[in-house]
């Protein structure tokens, strides 16, 4: 009901001129699964509990960029199945689009590679991509770029593509990224902004992955952060203010549009 509160008042403020682009919004896999896109970390349905066919010294290797090097042949295996395009965004990346239309979202900072953010319609500029996304390919050794058809193709038929530079040679992967890998800069350019909102969101993320994970604690003390997870996640609950809803991020959303008086704009939302 608090929650609620707050974003009805910062959507006024909104209205009579003031900056009401407040709210901080902090995603990860979790705000996909019931797209039907597995999550990483969940104990059976997870994607690293079910790599055991790729036989990987270890699952998370799938995405190291020092195994990629001698071995890319697992993660092309499994492009295929994480390349976006076949899936519907839920109601939980409405939920994002709607924070946007109602003026407030200052920034979505999201660990996912699936783009269903940009096709629920929150605009590229509010969107930081921490770990990169598929919209991009290139050769890991000269960084020179790879056409997108080749990617595609390469996808398809679980090839390993090689730079288009012949005298290099590099292996080629599409610019997510991979454990052992920089964040795009973007993410650097964007990190302090936590410190100007006025609440923060955090859904569907373990928040076990640095320095994405230290995003929540950059908040002020008086912001109240709320989190939509399964799992209580990253000490948030540690704080007097912070705010948890426990279980599926689809129904908590919906607890907190019904709470601001947004439920049915919400549903017509997502519904189109
Ligand atoms: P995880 O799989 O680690 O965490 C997903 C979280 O979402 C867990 O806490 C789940 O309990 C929760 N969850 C799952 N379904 C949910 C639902 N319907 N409603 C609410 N909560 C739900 O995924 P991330 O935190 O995104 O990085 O993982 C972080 C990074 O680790 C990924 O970006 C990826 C991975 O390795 C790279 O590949 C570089």
């Known amino acids: 009901e ?29 705000i996909s699964t019931s797209a039907g896109i597995p999550d990483f ?6 994607l690293y509990a079910n790599l055991a066919r790729l036989n990987l010294p270890y699952a998370e290797a799938v995405f190291d960029i020092a195994y990629f090097r001698n071995n890319p042949l697992p993660f092309y295996t499994l492009a295929q199945e994480l390349y976006p395009g076949k899936y519907r965004p839920t109601i939980t990346h409405s939920f994002i689009r709607l924070l946007h239309d109602k003026g407030i979202l200052l920034k979505l900072f999201t660990q996912n590679i699936d783009c269903l953010e940009r096709e629920a319609g929150v605009p590229g500029d509010k969107i930081v991509e921490a770990h990169g996304s598929f919209a991009r390919q290139s050769c890991i050794e000269c960084k020179t770029a790879y056409p997108e058809q080749g990617m595609k193709d390469a996808i398809r ?31 650097f350019a964007n990190r302090d902004l936590p410190t100007q909102a006025h609440l923060c969101i955090v859904m569907g993320t373990s928040l076990s992955v640095q320095p994405f994970a230290g995003l929540p604690a950059l908040c002020r003390e008086e912001t109240p952060r709320v989190l939509l997870n399964m799992e209580q996640v990253g ?16 129904a908590g959303v919906r607890k907190l549009a019904e709470a601001a008086g947004w439920l049915e704009e919400l549903e017509a939302l997502w519904a189109r």
């Not at 509160?5 to 896999?29: D, I, N």
């Not at 704080?239 to 689809?250: E, F, H, I, K, T």
């Open 41 to 46: 970390r969940s104990p059976t349905t997870g």
């Open 2 to 30: 608090a929650v609620g509160r707050m974003l009805k008042a910062l959507e006024k403020r909104g209205e009579e001129g003031e900056r009401g682009e407040r709210v901080v919004v902090m995603t990860g896999a979790g």
């Open 157 to 187: 038929e679980k090839r390993v593509p090689r730079c288009v530079d012949k005298a290099c040679n590099g292996l080629v992967k599409p610019e997510i990224v991979f454990f052992g890998e920089q964040l795009p800069a973007e993410f």
């Open 235 to 250: 000490g948030i609950g540690s704080r007097p203010d912070d705010v948890l809803v426990l279980g599926d991020c689809d």
